[in-house]
């Protein structure tokens, strides 16, 4: 008797990696965490409980990179995923808070638009075989927009908090900005390589 897909997919999940876990976990916590920060208000136990929820998702993400290549368990299930998962928890959470007036439009339009624009260049190198390392910048960029989802997500009061969060709103598109200038820059032969091709 063949198996139902719904059993397979079953059986497949019940296979999955620690690390693949704790990638479907984050992206599960992405709704949560939203839902929480939505209905907030000016609750600051849901701020707080919000703010637990992401930092448990962050946990995740550093926890399974680390889990898969020190146990070699690295698959092109996260290789896909993990990215996605990275993106979902933060670009999720500054929609959310472009949406609730408590960041800047400008900034949001920038973290954005660089993941467009990075992702539309890797795609292009990969058709071309070649594969593109994080710089360091965006590794500072990453730091600078955890931190201000935190800050913005906690929303204390206070003057000094609120300067604080601006300084760290300003830093984090700043790099945002040069990260993704650095990425263009940097992998420019890139864009032009096909268009060298197709003269010949």
Known sequence: MNESKLDRY?????????PNRLTLMRICLVPVYLCLLWFAGS?????????????????????????ARKYHLVTNF?????????????HTAFIMFVALG???????????????IVSGLRLVAVEQGKVIAAGMSGKVK????????????????????????EIVGAAAA???????????MKNRSVLTEKQEGMQH
């Open 102 to 116: 408590e960041l800047n439009v400008l900034y949001g339009i920038i973290f954005i638009a660089r993941e467009f």
């Open 78 to 90: 996260g290789k896909f995923m993990d990215p996605i998962a990275d993106k979902l928890l933060t």
């Open 142 to 165: 990453t730091v600078f927009q955890m931190i201000l989802v935190m800050l913005l997500t906690l929303q204390l009061p206070g003057t000094v908090f609120a300067v604080l969060t």
């Open 10 to 18: 079953i059986t497949g999940m019940k296979g999955m990696n620690l």
């Open 174 to 184: 700043i790099m945002t900005l040069v990260s993704m200038i650095e990425y263009v």
């Open 43 to 67: 609750r600051q136990m849901m701020r707080i409980l919000a703010f637990i929820v992401f930092a448990l998702a962050s946990l995740t993400d550093l926890l399974d990179g680390k889990i």
